[in-house]
């Protein structure tokens, strides 16, 4: 008996070299989906690298919300033989194979930018087949698990294109290619063409004949594939939809949280993932005020013609401290970086909190130490973040989890940068910036921007009572001037310094604006919300707590959601304020598991040391992951019930991932 | 940004303990920004001095402006972020020889590039006076300043040539004994559209025993007949050297007379203007041209608030193309 069609729940994979246009076919793919009112989620996977490596797009599409992606791939689409020596074995028995027939005889030894690690796994894995090394014998490979093969002679319909469309050389319409995978694809799981249409004409607006072109192929693959296997498992249909969805990438959400809250001053240096996010910024410098964003005026009143200033620097050191500068005259600044860049900026994360400047650093987080891997996944810069400098600097650190909290918390950082005058490191990893997905619009009405205690000449200071940028008298918060003001002449020093903020070496000063400094810190451990520093999911006498943080959030809930289905009483704490440490709160949701399961995607299980820090707690069970990938919600949910199980060691390493 | 009324050095006075050692180079320099800052009438909090670390950088502490003494070989980038996000304010930068040639040395070049309107100032002295004498960038080959265990083993960097190289649209020397003509120079600095670097050569009694008060002023070498010294150095001005590039296409010819007359040290030292060249937009125009709302309304200026806090910004443009409407 078949199995029954599965609607709406599929995994779809697309591949190919680095430079191709890989990268269009799969944003047309997410949004043609979009379009027809399903979810979406995009994992993207790419070398450090510009022209060659291979690249590839994982992406779900769902009637219901997608927060990670799982290991399985229901369609494997490519036009060329590394995507599919590499992730043939990957597609589900049930699934299917669009390929490129021509490219049957390459073998596997013809393609050098397949690791030999990889090849000779590859090479045993055929070799278990009892097959030969070319890419037909891989598919045979496939199509005896029942793999459905779709062939498509991309060469073919590339010629019908140029003839149609009097284009002389098929190399001017190469990238084509991609479409006609999509188009396929769309024709196996019976997709609404005029989705894909739709899709086109958004993602290539200003063209008229690109889309045409494209249209046209994708039509061709469209039909060719429904023809070849007219009855597969898998469909996708349109889902009626009400609401609007908003369709972006987590270094896309920080962005508008940042702008949504004042930011008018950004520095960056061009790393990888950091350097996305400050690109969307420059090309959207000129802003809107107070609503009338969709009403163009004729004459802007000076007041609302808003605008921020992005500058690229020479090196982070520079990006740290022209962004402190910039703050110092009351804009709301921020750098926005990456590992190596962000090792730079120590000694200007220092200056930043000695002075008390409200500086914000956004922290893309990808895998290191050193250069590391430059394009993978890591959440490994927590402890750095924490402690980054020479000496006792206080910082606050966030860190998010989600889209709605790289919004909200691009939007907090200043608040609190401001509030208690120090720097806010804002940690997002790479796995989430470089995702995108749908979301319904998060409800931001309950964001207010908070300036902290502000001077100005008019506070009635004096010759005889000066203003005093460093005021110990009135608790820990002493009212910031900017630079500029009258009657507010301020002395900043990297040196301890007086209330004026002069250089001091005397021991009294010395301790007072120490504990100063730091008193802002627990005022603001006392003032913070919890929903802000944490969020529990599950039910309140869990035996098992699971203590996470970052991006792994979106593979915790889909996992979660699955064990909760099977009855778990599983919980799982979210921490988010990683500085001041919510310890009280942290150690309420704890102490009474008798399981407590750390999952990061670093090796040193970091949040899990910073918890038992501060709350004494020692996790049971460690699940971790390093290989540079993001976790995968298959082998979470699997090594999760693992634990449930009592089967599982101490400590778990998750390795999935191409 | 002038004032109506008269303003005194003394007006731009901390009451700060100045720590420098007697005879310190450093005392002309705050002296002569005092006096320029005075006579120019400049709104004190209208000007922002930042500084990075050293003797030098202490400066910001005894003069009555904004003043932010930063890290080492800093101060650029932090002045060019306050200039940046308020270009309605004065800027000043203040650093020592290794400080901005050292470990400075990229944001130096890449000032250059900007072209901000900023004066930028290196006290010069050759060594590192602050941590006890070593070498610094300026220090020559082969010269052994009385903390050294040996000659200097590095050449010296030419702070001319290098302002020039970057892109500097007005370079000069000054000299801390020079009061008269270095205020001079400060003024033409402040007021030049545009980046300005100002070398000013400035003696350490503590740790250069070479490049001494008495060694630019000549006393080691006495007119036979008069009896006098005879300075090392001398104004360009006096010799009817022209800076300014009056048109475009004298850029090559004055950058070369420039570079020719920095390479001259010894037994003549040039101090005054070696370029001046206002053809080049500055950053500001360069993002005027994006922004054009930019001086007006700068990133330090904007309301991004309403009066409950309510966030201003109004997004539904940007987020237009990332949102798929319901049906």
């Given at each position: 008996m078949a199995a029954p069609t599965q609607v709406n729940d599929l995994s779809w994979l697309i591949g190919g070299p680095q430079g191709s246009g890989v990268d269009s076919s799969a944003n047309v793919f997410a949004r043609a989906c979009a379009a027809g009112g399903l979810h979406v989620f995009g994992k993207r996977e790419f070398y450090s690298?510009?022209?060659?490596e291979h690249s590839y797009f994982a992406l779900r599409a769902h009637t219901n919300l997608v927060r990670s992606h799982i290991d399985s791939v229901n369609v494997l689409a490519t036009f060329e033989a590394e995507t599919l020596f590499r992730?043939?074995?990957?597609?589900?028995?049930?699934g299917a194979i669009i390929y490129?027939?021509?490219?049957?005889?390459?073998?596997?030894?013809?393609?050098?930018?397949?690791e030999k690690r990889l090849r000779a796994e590859l090479q045993t894995y055929l070799i278990s087949h009892g097959v030969g090394e070319t890419l037909d014998d891989m598919l045979a490979a496939s199509k005896r698990r029942g793999v459905a093969l779709v062939p498509i002679p991309f060469k073919d319909l590339l010629e019908q294109i140029a003839d149609e469309f009097q284009i002389d050389q098929l190399s001017k319409i190469t990238r084509v290619v991609n479409m006609l995978a999509v188009g396929a694809s769309f024709g196996i799981l019976g997709f609404d063409f005029a989705m894909m249409r739709a899709s086109l004409e958004d993602v290539f607006r200003a063209k008229a004949k690109v889309v045409s072109m494209n249209a046209a192929g994708a039509q061709k693959a469209y039909d060719l594939a429904r023809s070849l296997v007219?009855?597969?498992r898998y469909r996708l249909e349109r889902v009626p939809r009400k609401e609007p969805r908003l369709f972006l990438t987590g270094s896309q959400a920080t962005a508008l949280g940042k702008l949504y809250g004042g930011m008018r001053f950004q520095t960056y240096y061009p790393i990888t993932p950091a350097s996305d996010e400050s690109e969307f910024l420059e090309e959207n410098e000129i802003l809107d005020l107070d609503?009338?964003?969709l009403v163009p005026e004729a004459e802007t009143p000076k007041d609302k013609a808003a605008s921020m200033l992005v500058v690229q620097t020479e090196d982070e050191i520079a990006a740290v401290t022209m962004a402190t500068g910039a703050a110092l005259t009351g804009a709301r600044s921020a750098t926005a970086t990456s590992g190596p860049g962000f090792s730079l900026m120590m000694e200007g994360i220092g200056w930043a909190s000695i002075n008390e400047v409200p500086l914000v650093i956004t922290l893309y987080q990808?895998?290191?130490?050193?250069?590391?891997?430059?394009t993978r996944h890591e959440q490994g810069d927590l402890r750095f973040a924490l402690?980054?400098?020479?000496?006792e600097s206080p910082r606050i650190v966030l860190a998010s989890g989600d889209f709605e909290e790289c919004i909200r918390d691009g939007f907090l950082s200043f608040n609190l940068a401001e509030r208690y005058q120090m720097p806010v490191i804002h940690l997002v990893d790479k796995a989430l910036a470089n995702s995108y997905a749908t979301i319904?619009?998060?409800?931001?009405?309950d964001l207010r921007i908070d300036r902290g205690l502000v001077a100005n000449?008019?506070?009635?200071?004096?010759?005889?009572?000066p203003y005093k940028?460093?005021?110990?008298?009135?608790?820990?918060v002493s009212a910031r001037a900017l630079l500029g003001?009258?009657?507010?002449i301020f002395w900043n020093t990297g040196?301890?310094?007086?209330e004026m903020g002069h250089i001091t070496e005397d021991p009294g000063l010395r301790n007072a604006m120490m504990e100063k400094r730091f008193a802002k810190l627990d005022l603001a451990a006392k003032e913070i919300p919890q929903d802000v520093k944490l969020t529990y999911f599950g039910?309140?006498?869990?035996?098992t707590v699971i203590v996470s943080w970052g991006s792994t959030k979106g593979a915790l809930l889909d996992a979660l959601d699955r064990l909760w289905a099977e009855g778990a009483k599983v919980g799982y704490l979210h921490v988010?304020?990683?500085?001041?440490?919510?310890s009280a709160e942290v150690l309420a949701f704890l102490a009474k598991a008798r399981r407590r399961i750390a999952v990061e995607m670093?090796?040193?299980?970091q949040l899990a040391s910073v918890v038992r820090e501060h709350t004494g707690v020692a996790m049971t069970h460690f699940i971790l992951k390093y290989n540079g990938r993001p976790m995968s919600n298959t082998e979470l949910y699997e090594a999760l019930r693992s634990v449930g199980k009592g089967k599982a060691p101490k400590r778990t390493v998750l390795t999935r991932g191409a | 940004m002038a004032l109506e009324q008269v303003l005194k050095p003394?007006?731009?006075?901390?009451e700060v303990h100045n720590d420098w050692c007697?005879?310190?180079?450093?005392f002309g320099i705050l002296r002569t920004i005092q006096m320029a800052l005075a006579e120019l009438r400049m709104e004190p909090h209208r000007v922002t001095i930042v500084s990075g670390i050293g003797c030098s950088a202490k400066t910001i502490h005894y003069?009555?402006?904004?003043?932010v003494h930063t890290l080492h070989g800093r101060a650029l980038p932090y002045a060019t972020g306050v200039k940046l996000a308020n270009p309605q304010l004065k800027v000043l930068c203040l650093s020592g020889d290794g400080d901005g040639l050292g470990i400075g040395g990229g944001h130096f070049v890449n000032a250059g590039r900007r072209n901000l309107d900023m004066l930028y100032v290196i006290h010069d002295n050759g060594v590192y006076g602050l941590t006890k004498g070593q070498a610094a960038p300026t220090l020559k080959l082969g010269v052994q300043t009385k903390?050294?265990?040996?000659?200097?083993i590095n050449d010296a960097v030419n702070p001319i040539w290098l302002a020039l190289a970057a892109g500097a649209t007005w370079v000069g020397r000054g000299y801390s004994y020079e009061i008269k003509h270095l205020v001079s120079l400060l003024k033409q600095g402040i007021e030049h559209k545009g980046y300005a670097f100002l070398d000013v050569l400035q003696?350490?009694?503590?740790?250069?025993?070479?490049?001494?008060k008495e060694w630019y002023g000549g006393e080691?070498?006495?007119?036979?007949?008069?009896?006098r010294p005879l300075p090392r150095v001398y104004k360009l001005e006096d010799e009817g050297f022209d800076p300014v590039?009056?048109?475009?296409?004298?850029i090559e010819k004055k950058t070369t007379q420039a570079l020719e007359k920095a390479?001259?040290?010894?037994?003549r030292i040039p101090i005054g203007v070696f370029f001046k060249n206002e053809h080049v937009p500055t950053f500001e125009e360069r993002i005027l041209q994006r922004v054009s709302t930019y001086m007006d309304n700068p990133p330090a200026l904007q309301?991004?608030?309403?009066?409950?806090?309510?966030?201003?910004?109004?997004l539904t443009r940007l987020v237009q193309r990332m949102t798929f409407k319901g049906e």
């Open positions: 690298n510009i022209m060659g992730h043939a074995r990957a597609v589900t028995d049930d490129d027939p021509s490219l049957g005889k390459t073998r596997l030894s013809d393609i050098p930018t397949i007219p009855e597969f609503g009338h964003g990808r895998a290191g130490p050193s250069t590391g891997m430059p402690h980054a400098g020479h000496g319904a619009p998060p409800n931001l009405s000449g008019n506070n009635g200071y004096s010759k005889d009572n940028r460093f005021d110990l008298g009135n608790g820990p003001q009258e009657g507010t040196d301890e310094h007086d039910p309140k006498d869990a035996g988010r304020l990683m500085s001041p440490f919510p670093n090796f040193g299980a | 003394s007006d731009f006075a901390t007697p005879g310190c180079g450093d003069v009555k402006t904004y003043g903390s050294l265990a040996h000659p200097n003696p350490c009694p503590t740790y250069n025993d070479i490049n001494t080691d070498r006495k007119d036979a007949e008069s009896g590039v009056h048109e475009p296409s004298e390479l001259e040290w010894g037994d309301s991004i608030a309403g009066p409950n806090g309510e966030p201003r910004t109004d």
